[in-house]
């Protein structure tokens, strides 16, 4: 090469194959995004961010100390008391909807129709 380019250094040419620009830092993805609660928890501390609510804040707090632990749904029929337990993984939104629905079964039958539902197409 010194031959070719006789006024082209060695240091020119260490100096040519330095880093210009500082690396990107990559943000590495948290292994937490993958439960359901953990979505919720980021839409909570955004808007505590923005409005600056403790009482977002405080349901985060609340959720993140919840959400490896697996779902409890817990429903009535008559006068009897039924606890159902969902993976961790399912998103909130889906739970919440099964336990709305729930509140209105009259017999087990009815119950298993709305969990079944639930269990059938697992997006988790």
Known sequence: MVEEYPDYSFEQFTDDLRRRTKPKKRKGRSPLTRYGRFRRIEKLLSEFRLTGDHDAIRKAIRLRKHL???YRV???IGKDRYEHCFSA???IEQIEELVSSLSSVTSMEQAQQHIDKLNKYKTY
């Open 89 to 91: 993984l399912i998103p």
């Open 68 to 70: 490896v632990h697996p």
């Open 74 to 76: 817990q429903f009535r």
